[in-house]
T-cell receptor, first 115, second 118 residues
Framework: GENVEQHPSTLSVQEGDSAVIKCTYS??????FPWYKQELGKGPQLIID?????GEKKDQRIAVTLNKTAKHFSLHITETQPEDSAVYFC??????????????FGAGTQVVVTP | DTEVTQTPKHLVMGMTNKKSLKCEQH?????MYWYKQKAKKPPELMFV???????INESVPSRFSPECPNSSLLNLHLHALQPEDSALYLC?????????????????FGAGSRLTVL
């Protein structure tokens, strides 16, 4: 099955600096890579996703890059703000009928943005 | 309405109790999911319902019994749980559940029901 590794496990950044979280996946059949943000006491919230036919996607201060050959994808947050503090999960999924909802999550990254 | 609503937010139960967790969405999503999340861990898939039929059961113990009465509701019935079942139970939904439809595996999560088993 799919295995997703995520690094680092914790990340402390100064407000205004950039944050980068990296994930690698094992199954070349995976074709959908979402990123979720989970704040304390809340469920995961999708912040950005990318499909395997795209190399990069950007939405305001966040961007995701995908390298299919190397089987890794990264989340970039620029101009970090205190409200970016949360746990971030990467995930991978295959496009087969029996894999819907089978998001294989990374272990998570606790991001702390200090003012 | 772009929400998945879960009730109750908190539940404490004894090992002999029977309780239920409820989930509701009105986004027209036809796939619904139960995930379990332990502290400081990622969510783990338990069940997937596609068009109100159970399509995936990730070898979950029978003390957890899912039910999908209609396309908007998802229940998780709990009976004879163990203390190690204490966790955050997350419900999610997605637009479609079959191959070829974009957005099919874009999940919207609820806030979760935090379960404590004494």
């Amino acid at each position: 099955g799919e295995n997703v590794e995520q690094h680092p496990s914790t990340l402390s950044v100064q407000e205004g600096d950039s944050a980068v979280i990296k994930c690698t996946y094992s199954d070349s059949a995976s074709n959908y890579f979402p990123w979720y943000k989970q704040e304390l006491g809340k469920g995961p919230q999708l912040i950005i996703d990318i499909r395997s036919n795209v190399g990069e996607k950007k939405d305001q201060r966040i961007a995701v890059t995908l390298n299919k050959t190397a089987k890794h994808f990264s989340l970039h947050i620029t101009e970090t703000q205190p409200e970016d503090s949360a746990v971030y999960f990467c995930a991978a999924s295959m496009g087969t009928t029996d894999s819907w909802g089978k998001l294989q999550f990374g272990a998570g990254t606790q991001v702390v943005v200090t003012p | 309405d772009t929400e998945v609503t879960q009730t109750p937010k908190h539940l404490v139960m004894g090992m002999t109790n029977k309780k239920s967790l409820k989930c509701e969405q009105h986004m027209g999503h036809r796939a619904m999911y139960w995930y379990k999340q332990k502290a400081k861990k990622p969510p783990e898939l338990m069940f997937v319902y596609s068009y109100e039929k159970l399509s995936i059961n990730e070898s979950v113990p029978s003390r957890f019994s899912p039910e999908c009465p209609n396309s908007s509701l998802l229940n998780l019935h709990l009976h004879a749980l163990q203390p190690e079942d204490s966790a955050l139970y997350l419900c999610a939904s997605s637009l479609y559940s079959y191959r070829g439809r974009s957005g099919a595996n874009v999940l919207t999560f609820g806030a979760g029901s935090r379960l404590t088993v004494l």
